[in-house]
């Protein structure tokens, strides 16, 4: 029994005599991107007084949700720093709801997706502006009705 288990080693350790190698080249392509979910063919975001403090008011938020790939990188900007509304009122957007960190065509949202959706919550301030007209205690006094126009949101990642 030993010798011929000896015999079976030889034999298999001759099989494996030689070796080669060669490289393979191989293309990966990593892609990166961002998707836009909920996005509303129109927001309602909400109703102004006609006697409006200077600095304006926040309004509802243009709310969607986006999922962009773990690490990367993206940016919300407007394709301007405002938006005439009519004659008398001044549309522009905010990162939060208190009016700190404003976003715009030169100041963009810098964020960073999580590999998962995340909800974007892009707040509207409107303010008076143009043909409203100055009343007491710093407010402005501007025309009444409906408001509706256009805005431009980009996504870039």
């Not at 909400?46 to 243009?62: A, N």
């Not at 999580?114 to 007491?136: H, K, M, Q, W």
């Not at 501007?142 to 408001?147: H, K």
Request: hydrophobic share 35%; net charge negative; proline share 4%.
């Amino acid at each position: 029994m030993k010798k011929f288990f000896l015999i079976l080693i030889l034999a298999v350790s001759s099989m494996f005599a030689g070796s080669t190698s060669t490289t393979v080249p191989v293309t990966i392509d990593v892609t990166q991107t961002c998707s836009v979910n909920s996005f509303q063919a129109s927001y309602d975001i909400g109703s102004v007084p006609t006697i409006i403090e200077t600095g304006g008011v926040m309004l509802d938020p243009l709310s969607f949700q986006i999922n962009c790939s773990n690490g990367l990188g993206y940016q919300i900007k407007p394709d301007a720093g405002g938006y005439e509304m009519g004659s008398d009122y001044f549309l522009d957007f905010w990162q939060e709801a208190n009016g700190i960190h404003e976003v715009e065509k030169n100041s963009p949202w810098n964020l960073t997706g999580t590999g998962s959706y995340e909800t974007i919550n892009l707040f509207a301030r409107i303010r008076p502006s143009g043909s409203c007209v100055d009343t007491v205690g710093g407010k402005k006094l501007c025309s009444a009705g409906a408001i509706s126009g256009s805005v431009t949101i980009n996504i870039y990642w």
